[in-house]
T-cell receptor
Framework: NAGVTQTPKFQVLKTGQSMTLQCAQD?????MYWYRQDPGMGLRLIYY???????DKGEVPNGYNVSRLNKREFSLRLESAAPSQTSVYFC????????????FGPGTRLTVT | EDQVTQSPEALRLQEGESSSLNCSYT??????LFWYRQDPGKGPEFLFT???AGEEKEKERLKATLTKKESFLHITAPKPEDSATYLC?????????????FGKGTKLSVKP
């Protein structure tokens, strides 16, 4: 039982490049989330998917897109990376959106130069 | 506006020196309050959920309590392996689309 997994663990991009962060969970959870964590800012929600087939914007969605591929997988895409997107990205899942605890993956450390 | 504030930002303790971390919140209504532990370079690890004032949860040297305006994470006789950043989060019942609001965390260092 791996919980929440994320790939890659580290990534360096040049400004303007694109990439997709992958996330998968094996807990049969309905809801999945993408956060970013910056020094002094705490965790901020980028996008979430309350259930398979739905996605919604969180607090800081600009510059990102998401896809809920199936119940297990939720990806985050940066179409044209900017230095302001340098951050650590965490994926999380919960049994239901708005109820109960969320479980987090190990994170992806992204640097945009 | 829903808000979560954690204090202190950093706390240094000697091994065995008990203390408490504070999480104060301002929300329209509380569905739940959560404590997480985060080690450097890792994702947050779930510790406790508290739902109503007066509730307490314990795990090893940690005890979380909840009042109507704040939560405390009490650490009894800490060990160096308790060193980590402790995050508090709340689920407001109104607004914020029902998603978690996180505090900025308290970085705990326990010296042997």
């Amino acid at each position: 039982n791996a919980g929440v997994t994320q790939t890659p663990k580290f990534q360096v991009l040049k400004t303007g490049q694109s990439m997709t962060l992958q996330c998968a969970q094996d807990m049969n959870h309905n809801s999945m989330y993408w956060y970013r964590q910056d020094p002094g800012m705490g965790l901020r929600l980028i996008y979430y998917s309350a259930s398979e087939g739905t996605t919604d914007k969180g607090e800081v969605p600009n510059g990102y897109n998401v896809s809920r591929l199936n119940k297990r997988e939720f990806s985050l895409r940066l179409e044209s990376a900017a230095p302001s997107q340098t951050s650590v990205y965490f994926c999380a899942s919960s049994a239901r959106q708005g109820v109960g605890e969320q479980y987090f993956g190990p994170g992806t450390r992204l640097t945009v130069t | 506006e829903d808000q979560v504030t954690q204090s202190p930002e950093a706390l240094r303790l000697q091994e065995g020196e008990s203390s408490s971390l504070n999480c104060s919140y301002t929300v329209s209504g509380l569905r739940g309050l959560f404590w997480y532990r985060q080690d450097p370079g890792k994702g947050p690890e779930f510790l406790f959920t508290l739902y109503s004032a007066g509730e307490e949860k314990e795990k090893e040297r940690l005890k979380a309590t909840l009042t109507k305006k704040e939560s405390f994470l009490h650490i009894t006789a800490p060990k160096p392996e308790d060193s980590a950043t402790y995050l508090c989060a709340v689920h407001p019942s109104g607004g914020s689309q029902g998603n978690l609001i996180f505090g900025k965390g308290t970085k705990l260092s326990v010296k042997p």
